[in-house]
């Protein structure tokens, strides 16, 4: 089984920063890539930001030039660093993984319980 632990969400400010970070832990063999999706009320949950283990990124239109997402493989960890926030961004913001468990050898897709990132205008 496998874990992904967000942190980071919270109010803002129009104009500032947050930067989510999410952990993953459990029986990983390898992880082929991490990434951020996010839902706001009444919308379809949606892409923000992936990185694969090549390093490749891809960004949705809306964030990019204002987010970086990047990885920390040894641990496992991905970050989604937010500026220039806008009142749109504010969502619900789930980690995802997909993740070659140790035992048995299988990809599956992991997901967060979610972190909330709102703001303000």
């Known amino acids: 089984q496998v874990q992904l632990v967000e942190s980071g969400g919270g109010l803002v400010q129009a104009g500032g920063s947050l930067r989510l970070s999410c952990a993953a832990s459990g029986s990983i063999f390898s992880i082929s890539a991490m990434g951020w999706y996010r839902q706001a009320p009444g919308k379809q949950r949606e892409l923000v930001a992936e990185v694969f283990s090549t390093g490749n990124t891809n960004y949705a239109d809306s964030v990019k030039g204002r987010f970086t997402i990047s990885r920390d493989v040894a641990k496992n960890t991905v970050y989604l660093q937010m500026n220039s926030l806008k009142p749109e961004d504010g969502a619900v913001y789930y980690c995802?993984?997909?993740?070659?468990?140790?035992?048995?050898?299988?990809?599956?897709?992991?997901w967060g319980q979610g972190t909330q990132v709102t703001v303000s205008s």
């Open positions: 995802n993984a997909q993740v070659v468990s140790s035992f048995p050898r299988v990809t599956r897709v992991y």
